[in-house]
Nanobody
């Protein structure tokens, strides 16, 4: 079992920056990939950024060049650095972790943290 706890959400002005952190506990050494998703009111939950084993990353087009995902294996955390924030970035952000065990994909979610970008 893996448990995920997010922190760092809040209110920020357009153009500002915010750093989200997610701490994993449980079977942490078995995690193959970690990611951040977000869900805005009236919209489907979408993948924002993902970091794989070997530290390769992928980002949704709307955040490329502004957001950066990183993973600290020693601290069992994944961080989303968000710069040049826009009002359309307002959403609930969720930490995600995945692991493969005997060919079965296991997925875990955090409870979410709210990010509001507004003047």
């Amino acid at each position: 079992q893996v448990q995920l706890v997010e922190s760092g959400g809040g209110l920020v002005q357009p153009g500002g920056s915010l750093r989200l952190s997610c701490t994993a506990s449980g079977n942490i050494r078995s995690i193959n990939a970690m990611a951040w998703y977000r869900q805005a009111p009236g919209k489907q939950r979408e993948l924002v950024a993902i970091i794989h084993s070997g530290d390769s990353t992928n980002y949704t087009d709307s955040v490329k060049g502004r957001f950066s995902i990183s993973r600290d294996y020693a601290k069992n955390t994944v961080t989303l650095q968000m710069n040049s924030l826009k009002p359309e970035d307002t959403a609930d952000y969720y930490c995600y972790a995945a692991r493969l065990r005997i060919g079965v994909l296991l997925e875990y979610w955090g409870q979410g943290t709210q990010v509001t970008v507004s003047s």
